[in-house]
């Protein structure tokens, strides 16, 4: 009987020594998101004003049904804030840079980004935003070259384009979701991709 119940307790003590690491592989919390894009925005020195606004944008989109019920299918794993400044006329080039943060980790990265459109103006001479990385376990899977196309956001959208993309040709199927200020990255646009890359 002693045996049995020994062998109970260390089944239960091995079960909730697990649990942490499972709630870890869930993703980030609602909170633990805003807090985490506050945090990096505030570390790249995104300007106050752009800042409040992508931030409320993130917290309205956090307290959508629609993406809520996307979370628990494809929970956020991956957090950054990024800087993407003007390229040229009729090709439009945009690099930037930012810093990323993947809940499996726990350590804020360094990553570059570049944007493509051809043959679509692309306005605003710099931008500012915030990323979600959804459904991807491993971060190591995370970068390359992605497509996006527009978000069907609903509130608080003021200011601030909110675009969906999917990467080409990934081991590891997942997304991104940016909310950038200013009316440049307009994902959607004909012929357009981006890159992004995370320094390790």
């Given at each position: 009987?002693?045996?049995a119940?020994t062998?109970?307790?260390?089944?239960?003590?091995?079960?909730?020594?697990?649990?942490?690491?499972?709630?870890?592989?869930?993703?980030?919390?609602?909170p633990?998101?805003?807090?985490?894009?506050?945090?990096?925005?505030?570390?790249i020195?995104?300007?106050?004003?752009?800042?409040?606004?992508?931030?409320?944008?993130?917290?309205?989109?956090?307290?959508?049904?629609?993406?809520?019920?996307?979370?628990?299918?494809?929970?956020?794993?991956?957090?950054?804030?990024?800087?993407?400044?003007?390229?040229?006329?009729?090709?439009?080039v945009?690099?930037?840079?930012?810093?990323?943060?993947?809940?499996?980790?726990?350590?804020?990265?360094?990553l570059?980004?570049?944007?493509?459109?051809?043959?679509?103006?692309?306005?605003?001479?710099?931008?500012?935003?915030?990323?979600?990385?959804?459904?991807?376990?491993?971060?190591?899977?995370?970068?390359?070259?992605?497509?996006?196309?527009?978000?069907?956001?609903?509130?608080?959208?003021?200011?601030?384009i909110?675009?969906?993309?999917?990467?080409?040709?990934?081991?590891?199927?997942?997304?991104?979701?940016?909310?950038?200020?200013?009316?440049?990255?307009?994902?959607?646009?004909?012929?357009?991709?981006?890159?992004?890359?995370?320094?390790?």
């Open positions: 009987m002693r045996s119940m062998t109970v307790l260390a089944v239960l003590a091995c079960g909730l020594m697990a649990t942490p690491a499972l709630a870890k592989g869930k993703g980030y919390a609602g633990e998101i805003e807090a985490k894009a506050k945090e990096l925005a505030k570390e020195d995104m300007p106050l004003a752009s800042r409040e606004v992508v931030l409320k944008r993130l917290s309205s989109l956090l307290d959508e049904s629609e993406f809520k019920a996307k979370m628990k299918k494809a929970p956020v794993t991956g957090v950054f804030a990024y800087q993407v400044g003007e390229g040229g006329f009729i090709v439009k945009k690099e930037g840079k930012g810093k990323i943060c993947f809940n499996a980790e726990g350590k804020n990265l360094p570059t980004m570049e944007a493509t459109t051809v043959g679509a103006q692309i306005g605003g001479s710099s931008q500012w935003g915030v990323g979600l990385v959804m459904g991807l376990e491993d971060p190591k899977e995370f970068g390359g070259k992605y497509e996006g196309e527009n978000y069907n956001a609903t509130a608080g959208n003021a200011g601030v909110t675009s969906q993309l999917t990467p080409k040709g990934a081991s590891e199927p997942h997304n991104v979701v940016l909310m950038a200020t200013a009316k440049g990255l307009s994902a959607g646009a004909s012929g357009e991709f981006l890159k992004i890359y995370v320094d390790r």
